[in-house]
């Protein structure tokens, strides 16, 4: 082999291990906006299966607060003022009105 032969070998050889070592951090760099945007998107589910959750149990009490039944009406009043203060309610449900009023 001649020398240029040889010369452009080490440089395509060298050209080889650059670029294979630029596509491992190309590679790096996507899975790690893939991991984010995976974790994002989780937090947004958790957060609105929990809002649906909340509001959920929201009608549930104040379904058992319009009952006729002295008992259910107790019943939905606490049931509401522990989801005043709950880690899911959402700032509608922190303005219920205080037990006996009518607004």
Wanted: charged share 20%; proline share 3%; with cysteine.
């Amino acid at each position: 082999m001649t020398p240029w032969v040889e010369h452009t070998f080490c440089y395509t050889e060298r050209l080889i291990q650059v670029a294979g070592f630029a596509a491992v951090i190309v590679t790096i760099w996507i899975n790690t906006a893939v991991l984010r945007q995976s974790v994002k998107a989780r937090e947004q589910k958790t957060g609105a299966d929990n809002r649906t959750q909340c509001w959920t149990r929201y009608i549930w009490a104040e379904d058992l607060r319009m009952s006729n039944s002295a008992r259910h009406r107790i019943l939905g009043w606490s049931h509401l003022n522990i989801l005043s203060v709950g880690a899911l309610t959402t700032d509608e449900l922190q303005r219920v009105p205080p037990e006996g009023s009518l607004f």
